[in-house]
């Protein structure tokens, strides 16, 4: 494969997909429900569409991070070892960015969802369990760094074995099914049909990462491609 085909490895199914998630988004938001509301000055499709753009903007900042550093070690060659720290803040910001639109998307059309909140209260708090176990397991066995994408920045870390403790011991993507499950819980809390439709598509639109780049990029780190 040439150096651009690495680059851009699955990434026309990326947008392929990106393309189909944000229609059925404008599809299913054309429901009553879903446009009820407003908080601080903006309607309810205005926060839905401001919490579908930042998982968006967080998504492509992290694929043109990783591939670039990986085919090319751009970062590094350009910045030494502060092209990790950069890539890691704004990460980190995209990523905590990523639930406050979600927040104020459920907060506008909260009371939306006819479902008893007692429910809705009870699966908020496996989710935040999960969401803390999995939190707990990526500090103690896994480490933060690796959990960002060290392994495509400093060649020493693909020499570690995957980690099979904590959480890890039940799933090998714990970051994908538990880590970002928290982007439900205001939609569960605050009982928004719109709230639980931004976060369905940012977890969904996760796994497109995960198929698209991250699975691609550790068959070529860790061998097998």
């Known amino acids: 494969m040439s150096s651009v085909g690495k680059l851009f490895e699955k990434q026309g199914l990326h ?3 990106l393309v189909l998630l944000t229609g059925a988004v404008a599809a ?3 429901g009553e429900g879903f446009q009820a509301g407003s ?3 903006l309607s309810t499709t ?3 569409w401001l919490s579908i753009a930042v998982p968006i903007l967080h998504q492509v900042w992290v694929v043109v991070c ?6 090319q070690k751009w970062l590094s060659r350009h910045l030494g070892y502060l092209g990790f720290r950069l890539y890691a803040i704004i990460f980190l910001v995209l990523f905590v960015g990523r639930i406050f639109p979600i927040i104020g998307v459920s907060i506008a059309n909260q009371e939306s969802l006819d479902i008893d909140q007692r429910v809705l209260n009870a699966i908020s708090l496996v989710i935040a369990v999960l969401a803390i176990y999995l939190f707990y397991s990526v500090a103690r066995h896994f480490s933060f760094r690796r959990a960002l994408g060290i392994d495509h920045f400093d060649p020493s870390y693909r020499d570690k074995p995957f980690v099979r403790q904590g959480i890890f011991r039940f799933t090998r993507n714990g970051m994908y099914i538990f880590g970002i499950a928290v982007v ?3 939609g569960l809390l605050y009982a928004s049909e ?9 977890h969904l639109y996760i796994w497109v990462h995960y198929f698209c780049t991250e699975l691609p990029d550790m068959r070529r780190i860790y061998g097998d491609g």
């Open 39 to 41: 908080y601080r000055g």
């Open 184 to 186: 439900w819980l205001p």
């Open 28 to 30: 299913i938001s054309r």
């Open 46 to 48: 205005g926060w839905l």
């Open 15 to 17: 947008f392929v997909l």
């Open 194 to 202: 719109a709230g639980l439709l931004a976060a369905a598509f940012s």
């Open 66 to 71: 990783w591939r670039l550093e990986l085919h």
